[in-house]
């Protein structure tokens, strides 16, 4: 029987494209192309690991780090690890060369609604026309 969080992610994985890369051992096209935009991104066998994510308390944020390319399998493992330890919704992960990490970028939704007079209602960061939150 599946449980809530494995549920939450067949349903992301069906509707986000950054949600792609959780690698199960019967998801062989996943896994390949997590193999392709590793090798894409690598850079001197770095490569840095993106996730924009939400955890329980509404605070939503975006960070990257950089870890070796090489061997795969750890790449695999850390996206894995990603996914098992999020508190919340993963609104994208994605690769990218060591010099283009995202930036550690975080905003607190709930208390923005409370200083905005709708703590009733927690509206979702979005973006401006410029990238940022």
């Not at 950054?18 to 199960?24: L, N, P, S």
């Not at 390319?69 to 919704?89: C, M, S, T």
């Amino acid at each position: 029987m599946l449980n809530h969080r494995e549920l939450w992610y067949k349903h992301v994985r069906l509707t986000r494209r950054g949600a792609q890369y959780r690698v199960d051992d019967s998801d062989i096209g996943c896994r390949a192309e997590l193999y392709r935009d590793v090798v894409r991104h690598a850079v001197d066998g770095k490569v840095a690991v993106n996730v924009d994510q939400m955890d329980c308390d509404c605070s939503r944020w975006t960070s990257g780090s950089v870890m070796d390319a090489v061997p795969l399998l750890a790449v695999e493992q850390e996206v894995n690890r990603i996914y098992e330890d999020a508190e919340g919704p993963i609104y994208g992960l994605w690769f990218s060369k060591p010099e283009q990490k995202a930036e550690y970028v975080s905003r607190d939704l709930a208390l923005e609604a409370f200083e905005d007079g709708h703590a009733h209602s927690v509206s979702m960061a979005r973006y401006d026309e410029d990238g940022d939150y």
